[in-house]
């Protein structure tokens, strides 16, 4: 198969989609890999490392989609790539239709087959190639949380593991599933006071086991969020319905319960957003205000961290490049169920529930 690596063109996406390490395997079994010149770049790879193992470099991102039958990707195609996409051809990306009705129109239009990383799903409900991105937005989320509390970016103020004499900020995370789990973690290693809120009892037994006792957890309704808006320096937005738009937890109205200089970090912004206000924002320009409550939305948070991530995220896709390059997208499907639940769109038919429900359309077919 002819496998294509374009370089990421989003605002400020310094990763990419398969490492020197990844072309190696590809290539050693028996198939053609385009990278587009510079692509690795920001993460770290060169040119010259990509030809070292066999790619074969192309001067442009339009020589790399004319000539591949599979696209390898990071992030979503943006709107000067979706006449590049030929029907027929795999693209198998970050896609969160749900958060984009233009995206799913144009990806149907393409007739291509799209397998999104975020709905390839394993037999016990986990999602094994969105889980490295999320530790690492988990960990970043309170990371940048803490930066835009100072006050010279219009935070509280607030140091997050306080001082002796002084009590330690007050961290709230919505949802205790990886990002949840892992902002908890980097948010009680700095000494802040977490609370949790989740709708499984499962996972705030688990939470409640793993995490020191300034870690507290609580069922999350409206009641509860109410509550503690209101005494909290930080809010970390991590829910996740696979697949589907993010619910709104956190409405315009709750904004103004909050302190001045409060910060609401939504790393669910790739699904829409869990907060009424979230619009996507971009490294470039990461925040906004609304009554006075700071907003970081940064839709490909691991984007800042390029090396990390691209590295984490190619440990897990590997394996199922090969499996596509090797047995094709049908056969792969068929033979490989985890896989079967990444096939979104697939010759301009949606089949994947979580789209249509969230524009209100049909699901072509099953």
């Not at 290539?27 to 074969?56: C, P, R, W």
């Not at 100072?150 to 990886?178: D, F, N, S």
């Not at 700095?190 to 995490?211: E, F």
């Amino acid at each position: 198969m002819k496998i294509g690596v374009p370089k990421e063109i989003k605002n400020n996406e310094n990763r990419v989609g398969m490492t020197p390490a990844g072309v190696f395997e590809l290539v050693k079994n028996g198939h053609t890999v385009y990278v587009q010149s510079t692509a690795g770049e920001g993460s770290g790879f060169f040119d010259d490392d990509y030809l070292q193992v066999g790619a074969i470099i192309l001067d442009t991102i339009e020589g790399v989609y004319l000539k591949s039958d599979m696209i390898v990707k990071v992030k979503e195609p943006v709107d000067r790539e979706y006449n590049l996409i030929q029907e027929n051809q795999l693209v198998f990306t970050y896609f969160h239709f749900a958060s984009s009705e233009t995206l799913t129109k144009a990806m149907i239009t393409s007739k291509a087959i799209c397998i999104a990383y975020e709905t390839v799903e394993d037999a016990d409900g986990t999602l094994p190639l969105l889980t490295p991105m999320s530790e690492v937005a988990g960990r970043m989320a309170i990371q940048q949380g803490a930066k835009y509390l100072e006050k010279p970016i219009k935070g509280r103020g607030v140091l997050l593991g306080g001082v002796p004499g002084v009590p330690p900020g007050r961290v709230l995370i919505l949802g205790a599933g990886t990002v949840g789990i892992q902002a908890a973690k980097m948010a009680a290693g700095l000494g802040a006071h977490v609370t949790i809120l989740d709708i499984n009892m499962k996972r705030l037994r688990h939470v409640n086991d793993i995490m020191p006792s300034h870690v507290v957890t609580e069922f999350s309704n409206e009641y509860n969020i109410r509550k503690h808006i209101k005494t909290h320096d930080l809010i970390v937005g991590g829910v996740l319905i696979p697949g589907a738009k993010a619910p709104s937890l956190i409405t315009r109205d709750m904004l103004k319960e909050m302190h001045p200089g409060t910060v609401i970090v939504d790393v669910a912004v790739d699904q829409g957003g869990c907060i009424e206000t979230t619009k996507a924002t971009t490294h470039e320009n990461p925040t906004y205000i609304i009554d006075d409550v700071v907003h970081y939305c940064v839709a490909n948070m691991p984007g800042a961290v390029p090396y990390t991530s691209t590295v984490a995220l190619t440990n897990v896709t590997l394996p199922y490049v090969l499996k596509l390059a090797n047995m094709g997208w049908e056969k792969a499907c068929q033979t490989d169920k985890s896989l079967q639940k990444g096939l979104n769109i697939v010759k301009g038919a949606i089949v994947y529930e979580g789209i249509a429900e969230a524009f209100g359309w049909e699901v072509s077919c099953s």
